[in-house]
């Protein structure tokens, strides 16, 4: 055997044990979110944030009341994750302090992000999961029907917890996205007097909204047994319907995170009657949502693209006909419902981007 050779060997070697290591990962994937909703319910984060400083095991466990040991096995993997830190007390012991990330994880507060983890670790959203199979493969109803008996917004008309996961959910991801998008972008908003929100649950992104742009007047609109919950605003009117039917008149619609819910066929009729409910001209419609980019981005935007991709496969998990858009898809629901032009712009650091439509 030739040097040459024997290097192709160890090199293949050294391959396959990689990707040994790296299945492992696959397999027990699950354990991640496991140990993130574990943590959350537990309010590991919350007592941490309210101590003020690095906390020992025996002081988390006696706050949370629960036995050291298995708190121990909890922690010791969330830091492996770098979810907390690992660090000295002002004592010498060993102790525990938050990070960026263990603060997405807080059930108080403003932007965490809980109530998502809850939401998509709930036993309801991940029994689709194992039905996703029989999706590509074209078998009978969508997967969460299959698991449920009816859509994901039947099965929440029905299920008022279930509908109030959903709306903690989107609630706070509108606390994070709409303070970004209007940093990012605040001339999208400028001589808006009248916005409605369409399909904007509890109202969350439009009370944002309001705050961040005082001169307007929003209205919340989504189905009726959703705006029932909602809570009172000034400046924010709540109206219960459905968007296949009307949407009420603005000088604006925006609509964030609904649009991927719906195939092309409904989503094209989604946004008909968005067009319908502003002015022609000068009127205009914003969506926030995911678009897919062609190609192999790098370093940061090569990790929003993963979330985009991973975003996709909830929506086969979880809806009948939706998907996340590439470029190429957004221009064609977007033109044939009308719409004469369109821009694009991403957000920083933010998942979503702000497509304008415009009569």
């Known amino acids: 055997m030739t040097e040459a050779t024997r290097d192709m060997k160890t090199l293949e070697e050294e391959e396959e044990a990689e990707v040994g290591i790296e299945m492992w990962k696959y397999i027990y994937g699950f354990a ?53 830190k690992e660090v000295a007390t002002s004592q010498g012991d060993t102790g525990y302090q938050q990070t960026p990330m263990s603060r997405c994880l807080m059930t108080s507060g403003g932007d965490g992000m809980a109530a ?18 029989a999706r590509v493969l ?9 698991a449920h008996g009816d859509d994901i917004w039947g099965y929440a008309a029905k299920n008022p917890d279930h509908s109030k996961l959903i709306n903690d959910a989107m609630a706070s991801n509108a606390r994070r996205v709409v303070p970004a998008m209007v940093n990012d972008c605040p001339e999208v908003f400028d001589g808006v007097s009248t916005l ?26 989504d189905l009726p047994h959703v705006v029932a919950t909602a809570p009172k605003c000034n400046d924010v009117e709540h109206v219960g319907g459905n968007m296949f039917d009307s949407v ?21 009729k989604i946004l008909e ?32 693209k993963d979330v985009k991709l991973m975003v996709d496969m909830v929506m086969m998990a979880h809806t009948t006909t939706g998907k996340e858009r590439t470029f190429k ?12 032009r369109y821009t694009i712009k991403p957000i920083r650091n933010i998942v979503q981007s702000i497509i304008e439509a415009y009569p």
């Open 196 to 221: 409605v929100d369409v399909g904007g649950g509890n109202g969350t992104a439009l009370r944002t909204l309001v705050k961040a742009c005082p001169w307007i007047r929003g209205i919340n609109f």
């Open 116 to 133: 998502f983890v809850l939401l998509e670790s709930s036993p309801v959203m991940l029994a689709p999961w194992h039905g996703l199979s």
């Open 273 to 304: 009657k968005c067009r319908e409910a502003i002015p022609e001209d000068k009127g205009k419609v914003v969506i926030v949502e995911a678009v897919i980019e062609d190609g192999d981005p790098q370093g940061d935007d090569q990790k929003l």
């Open 138 to 146: 074209g078998k009978g109803n969508s997967t969460f029907e299959a």
């Open 32 to 84: 991640e979110m496991a140990a993130v909703k574990c943590g959350i319910e537990l309010g590991i984060a919350d007592v941490m944030e309210s101590h003020g400083g690095p906390i020992t095991l025996s002081a988390l466990s006696s706050s949370l009341g629960c036995p050291p040991s298995g708190l121990n096995r909890i922690m010791r993997f969330l830091v492996s994750r770098r979810i907390f």
């Open 329 to 340: 898809e957004w221009d064609y629901v977007l033109l044939n419902a009308g719409f004469s």
């Open 248 to 268: 009420p008149k603005a000088d604006a619609v925006f609509i964030m995170k609904v649009l991927h819910d719906w195939g092309d066929e409904k989503c094209i």
